[in-house]
């Protein structure tokens, strides 16, 4: 490659053994023909197709050279993973969501059905469809690394689900965005990863989410499974407590603060906090049992009505392209 050549070459990914170059943007690899065709079928197909020079451009370094219309980046992440998997692929590792992103738009357009699933599985168990997935997600390994801007890397995660037919993420997705995202930054923000319509998705489905939970919270008092009277058995202590056990619900509950959705924190603490006010206010242990069943009992329909929240159809509608017939 002369000195005037528009491109350059990657600085790890150019093998001297190499046999085929592929080029995206400005960026050319040289690697095996017989590494790409065991991984992916379309690679296996296009060297296979007899018409080669319809697809390749002039010999370079004595190799023929495929252009590509990926990302430079995209091929990187993808090619490491075919050289180097266990280093790029470590399954107790977190991966960046650039690297997610690449594993799921070259995994399905090339066919690599290994690469394309370990994406889908890391999407799906970071923003899953249950609560109690959800839940979980606070005690285990966490599988994306966001990087020092998680919102921007949320966004970046909202739009992959858009455009390549994930919408079963999208729900708990666009939670997260809203709890690491200020409402003024949503408003004003020319995030190019983020369409304005689905920045509208995310102020509207805050604002319905803030106003129900808390209309949850408020209906509590007048519930007769709140510190029910019939099974309690100190009823002159927990009946003076009553008023002042549920304003300090309303209080440590409060999911709308500094401009976010404190959503995880809350839920982190949601089964504590019956236990902590059990105790601090000297209830009965069924009087403190009734408010962790509301707190449960409430999550859980503000997780069932997630998606309408967010102008999207019931979970049970939410198909992903891999589960389509």
Not at 63 to 71: G, I, K, Y
Not at 170 to 175: E, G, K, N, V
Not at 300 to 316: A, K, M, Q, S, Y
């Amino acid at each position: 490659m002369g000195t005037n050549s528009p491109f350059k070459r990657h600085e790890s990914l150019w093998l001297e053994d190499g046999n085929v170059i592929l080029q995206a943007e400005d960026t050319q690899f040289r690697v095996h023909r017989s590494m790409l065709a065991r991984h992916s079928t379309i690679f296996k197909d296009i060297f296979s197709i007899p018409q080669q020079d319809q697809i390749m451009d002039p010999i370079v370094d004595g190799c023929p050279v495929v252009s590509l219309s990926d990302s430079a980046e995209d091929l990187e992440h993808i090619l490491l993973i075919f050289y180097d998997n266990h280093r790029f692929l470590d399954l107790r590792e977190k991966l960046s969501v650039g690297a997610i992103a690449a594993m799921l738009r070259m995994g399905k357009k090339y066919d690599i059905a290994y690469v394309q699933d370990e994406a889908l599985r890391r999407l799906r168990r970071e923003f899953p469809t249950t609560i109690m997935s959800r839940w979980q997600l606070n005690t285990i390994f966490n599988v994306i690394d966001y990087g020092p801007d998680a919102s921007k890397a949320v966004s970046a995660i909202i739009a992959l689900a858009r455009e390549h037919g994930v919408p079963s993420i999208l729900p708990a997705a666009f939670l997260h965005y809203i709890e690491t995202t200020m409402l003024e930054e949503i408003l004003d923000t020319d995030d190019s990863e983020l369409p304005r319509d689905a920045r509208r998705q995310c102020i509207l489905g805050r604002d319905k989410f803030i106003h129900t939970a808390h209309s949850k919270i408020l209906s509590w008092l007048h519930l007769p499974t709140f510190m029910p009277a019939h099974s309690c058995a100190q009823p002159t202590t927990c009946h003076t407590q009553r008023d002042a056990v549920f304003k300090d619900l309303c209080n440590t509950l409060c999911i709308g603060n500094a401009g976010k959705l404190q959503w995880e924190l809350v839920l982190h603490l949601a089964r504590s906090i019956a236990d902590s006010l059990g105790e601090r206010r000297s209830l009965c242990t069924a009087c403190t049992l009734s408010i962790s069943s509301c707190i449960e009992t409430s999550f859980n329909e503000l997780w069932l009505d997630l998606p309408n929240f967010f102008r999207l159809p019931g979970w049970d509608q939410l198909k992903d392209f891999d589960s389509l017939g």
